[in-house]
Nanobody
Framework: VQLAESGGGSVQAGGSLRLSCVVSGYRSNADYVTFTVTWFRQFLGKEREGVAALEIRGSMPYYADSTKGRFTISQDKAKSTVFLQMNNLTPEDTAMYYC?????????????????WGQGTQVTVSS
């Protein structure tokens, strides 16, 4: 599958951004709903870390402790799009954000579980 992120940008601390991840290239809707789509972020010089995951079939969300309560993952299944609503942003949220898709994922926030990735979208939060 292919993934394309959008919605990044620059915002002041306390602000909000909504990222979008469009998923394409799957064989059918029945195939699409077997995926888990996850948002990761990568700080400069660090490994990618899972932020939030969504099981497409049941819309079940999973969050990293660092983002729980501020970030919300959701989807528009008809448009094969997964969103990440980010509120109350801080400069510590500044990173490149990626979405990834995988099937039969055990560790939903684990980067090694995924082999389909988007190109990323930059989020910069200024104080």
């Amino acid at each position: 599958v292919q993934l394309a992120e959008s919605g990044g940008g620059s915002v002041q601390a306390g602000g909000s951004l909504r990222l979008s991840c469009v998923v394409s290239g799957y064989r059918s809707n029945a195939d699409y709903v077997t995926f888990t789509v996850t948002w990761f972020r990568q700080f400069l010089g660090k490994e990618r870390e899972g932020v939030a995951a969504l099981e497409i079939r049941g819309s079940m969300p999973y969050y990293a402790d660092s983002t729980k309560g501020r970030f919300t993952i959701s989807q528009d299944k008809a448009k094969s799009t997964v969103f990440l609503q980010m509120n109350n942003l801080t400069p510590e949220d500044t990173a490149m954000y990626y979405c990834a898709a995988g099937r039969y994922v055990a560790d939903r926030l684990g980067r090694t579980e995924y082999n389909s990735w988007g190109q990323g979208t930059q989020v910069t939060v200024s104080s």
